[in-house]
T-cell receptor, first 115, second 113 residues
Framework: NAGVMQNPRHLVRRRGQEARLRCSPM?????VYWYRQLPEEGLKFMVY????????ESGMPKERFSAEFPKEGPSILRIQQVVRGDSAAYFC?????????????FGPGTRLLVL | AQSVTQLDSQVPVFEEAPVELRCNYS??????LFWYVQYPNQGLQLLLK??????LVKGINGFEAEFNKSQTSFHLRKPSVHISDTAEYFC???????????FGKGTSLLVTP
């Protein structure tokens, strides 16, 4: 059973470009969470999605960031017009249910560097 | 809102010595508690979690943690560390009715021979 997959593992963008980060949850999981890890910081929750629905995006910056989890295919975190402050590691996690007891399984992350 | 404080940013320790990584949390509601480990350039792996019941929780790789409600702590311990335990360790809390994990800033454990 493959774990959570993320690609690319590393992404370099120039200021003003777009970044697209992909996440395929574990088989059988329909709940996806995105977290951001800034240098020297812990992970911060960004958004929680189920298939075709954004459930909670309270941690997402109001501008330039968007997320989707279509019926088919991976979840996508999209950052438009990237700035240097967007440089971070972005982690995706998935779970089978949303029970508070449920373990969230994390992917290896995408490390975004904005030049 | 919940918050997590990991009191030590770095913990150096010699191989085969015991180690304790400290974690304190604050919350106005009941929470579940987690410890995750992150090896260099990898994702997070669950070490253990406290949901209810016995306050002493055993996890993978010989780690254990004790939940102390009165002190709002969830310290992680291992009686004898290995070089391979060198990694970043994150404490996290989640509301019983919630889904978002709230992480501490992490503790870097460095095990040397």
């Amino acid at each position: 059973n493959a774990g959570v997959m993320q690609n690319p593992r590393h992404l370099v963008r120039r200021r003003g470009q777009e970044a697209r980060l992909r996440c395929s949850p574990m088989k059988g999981h329909s709940h996806v969470y995105w977290y951001r890890q800034l240098p020297e910081e812990g992970l911060k929750f960004m958004v929680y999605l189920q298939k075709e629905n954004i459930i909670d995006e309270s941690g997402m910056p109001k501008e330039r960031f968007s997320a989707e989890f279509p019926k088919e295919g991976p979840s996508i975190l999209r950052i438009q017009q990237v700035v240097r402050g967007d440089s971070a590691a972005y982690f995706c996690a998935s779970s089978h249910t949303t029970s508070g007891q449920e373990t969230q399984y994390f992917g290896p992350g995408t490390r975004l560097l904005v030049l | 809102a919940q918050s997590v404080t990991q009191l030590d940013s770095q913990v150096p320790v010699f191989e085969e010595a015991p180690v304790e990584l400290r974690c304190n949390y604050s919350s106005s509601v009941s929470v579940y508690l987690f410890w995750y480990v992150q090896y260099p350039n990898q994702g997070l792996q669950l070490l253990l979690k406290y949901l209810s019941g016995s306050t002493l929780v055993k996890g993978i790789n010989g780690f254990e943690a004790e939940f102390n409600k009165s002190q709002t702590s969830f310290h992680l311990r291992k009686p004898s560390v290995h070089i391979s335990d060198t990694a970043e360790y994150f404490c996290a809390v989640r509301k019983n009715s919630g889904y978002a994990l709230n992480f501490g800033k992490g503790t870097s454990l460095l095990v040397t021979p």
